[in-house]
Each structure stands twice: as C-alpha cells, then as structure tokens.
C-alpha cells in the first residue's frame, strides 16, 4: 500500500489541475432563445464553443437560473458563465471578466396594454414589472414600482406578461424577440427606447485564469476575421422586427 501512495498523489495532482488545452470547460448561462439554445446553436453558444475551439477546448453549456448559474460559477461547480454586466467580481470575487466584451444588452420593456415612451428606469414607477431573479442591473435600479414580481426564468416572465400578472416585463431585446417566437405571442410589444444598454461579459472562475487572456484574444479574432457578424446574421437578424 505505501508503494501506492507516489500514484495516488500523482493521480489527485492531475485531476486537480486547471483546463488547459485538449481539455474541456463547463460554462453556465442563464441565457434563452435565440442567444442560448438547448442543442447549444445559440448566438451566443455559437461565440463561446468558437472561441474555445480556436484554444483547443471543448465547452459544456449548463443552462441554469441566473443567480443559480453566477453561484455556481464563483463556487467552482462550473468553470463560468456566460453573459454577465461588467463588475459581477465585486459580489463574487472567485470570478474574472474575461476583458472583451461578448455583446451589448439592450435592457428593454414589452407589454401588452401600456403605451407610452420609455424615460428612464422611473418610467416604470406607476406599473407592475416582472424581472428575472439575479439579473442585477434590473434588481439594482427597479425599485419603487407598483408591484414588483421576480421568477426564475424568461418562459414564467413572458407567461406573467401574457396572463395579465403584470404590465411590464424588463427583459434582453434580442432574448425577448426569440421568446416571443418560441412562445407565439403576437400581442406583446417593446416600448422604446431601450432602459440601459450594457456591455455584457464571459467570466471565468479564478482558477482558470490562466485563460483569460487566450479568451480575450480569440473573441477578438472571431470579430476581425468576420466570424462574430456572419453568426448575428445567420441568428439575430431574422428575428428582428422590421
């Protein structure tokens, strides 16, 4: 037995050691249609396997709830996630932004009844809203409104919209254009324009670090060889209202 225990360490050794090349990476997302999809043929899905393929990785999607996923990710249990608002590091300190951005969210309300144009975060004051738990930037600027309803995914927040639960719902523009095809809802629109727009990251737990920069630089080629726009047309596109 104590001839075993060189192997036994060399064994702990190796399955401790961080993903490197060859190897594979799981990464959360709490992400929906068309930007995550369960057969991993998402925009965004499309933008992390590419770039992780160009580093000889292979990449694992977990799609979970949002807070969920951002736990999980700071705890280790998955390696990531995908896509996050600039400073997460701050409210999970075993997670680094991977420096370039993956695209910019447009924060944007959809309802069936209200009319009006969107001025600010306050214009949401009078209504009942609905907002995903652990989307922070909605949590952290709507406040004070009528009533304020949290559920854990985009398929509840678009059915408590649809059934009159709520006025408004605060959701991803481009997320919220696939739920409103997945789930044939033809009365729901957007009021424009746009609450907020964000620059919206990867992050990777702190012990694959090591990555970063790689990552950085891969999600830059896939913008400059034309990559990133061939995959937004072939995804987004269709889905944009005229």
């Given at each position: 037995?104590?001839?075993?225990?060189?192997?036994?360490?060399?064994?702990?050794?190796?399955?401790?050691m961080?993903?490197?090349?060859g190897q594979s990476?799981?990464?959360?997302?709490a992400?929906?249609?068309?930007?995550?999809?369960?057969?991993?043929t998402?925009?965004?899905d499309?933008?992390?396997?590419?770039?992780?393929?160009?580093m000889?990785?292979e990449v694992q999607?977990?799609?979970l709830?949002?807070?969920?996923?951002l736990?999980?990710?700071?705890?280790?249990?998955e390696?990531?996630?995908?896509v996050?608002?600039?400073?997460?590091?701050k409210?999970?300190p075993?997670?680094?932004q991977?420096?370039e951005?993956?695209?910019?969210?447009?924060?944007?309300?959809?309802?069936?009844?209200?009319?009006?144009?969107?001025n600010?975060?306050?214009?949401l004051?009078?209504?009942?809203v609905?907002?995903?738990?652990?989307w922070?930037?909605?949590?952290?600027?709507?406040?004070?409104?009528?009533?304020?309803l949290?559920v854990?995914?985009?398929e509840?927040?678009f059915?408590?919209?649809?059934?009159?639960?709520?006025?408004?719902i605060?959701?991803?523009?481009?997320?919220?254009?696939?739920?409103?095809?997945?789930?044939n809802?033809k009365q729901?629109?957007?009021?424009?324009p746009?609450l907020?727009?964000?620059e919206m990251?990867?992050?990777?737990?702190?012990?694959?670090k090591?990555?970063?920069k790689?990552?950085?630089?891969?999600?830059?080629?896939?913008?400059?060889?034309g990559?990133?726009q061939?995959?937004?047309k072939?995804i987004i596109l269709?889905?944009?209202?005229?």
């Amino acid at each position: 037995m104590i001839r075993l225990a060189p192997f036994l360490f060399l064994l702990c050794f190796f399955i401790a050691m961080p993903v490197d090349g060859g190897q594979s990476i799981s990464l959360a997302t709490a992400d929906g249609p068309p930007l995550s999809n369960p057969d991993n043929t998402g925009f965004h899905d499309r933008i992390i396997q590419s770039m992780f393929s160009r580093m000889g990785i292979e990449v694992q999607i977990v799609r979970l709830p949002a807070e969920r996923a951002l736990i999980n990710a700071d705890a280790g249990i998955e390696e990531g996630v995908f896509v996050r608002v600039a400073g997460m590091e701050k409210q999970y300190p075993n997670l680094v932004q991977v420096p370039e951005k993956i695209t910019d969210y447009e924060f944007t309300a959809f309802t069936k009844h209200v009319r009006m144009s969107i001025n600010g975060w306050d214009s949401l004051k009078p209504y009942g809203v609905g907002i995903i738990t652990g989307w922070k930037i909605l949590e952290n600027n709507i406040r004070e409104t009528r009533d304020l309803l949290k559920v854990d995914n985009p398929e509840q927040l678009f059915g408590i919209l649809d059934k009159d639960r709520v006025d408004i719902i605060v959701y991803n523009r481009y997320d919220g254009y696939g739920m409103l095809k997945q789930l044939n809802l033809k009365q729901i629109r957007t009021l424009e324009p746009s609450l907020a727009s964000r620059e919206m990251f990867l992050y990777l737990n702190i012990k694959q670090k090591h990555l970063i920069k790689n990552a950085a630089d891969q999600l830059r080629a896939l913008k400059a060889d034309g990559t990133y726009q061939k995959l937004f047309k072939e995804i987004i596109l269709p889905l944009t209202p005229n």
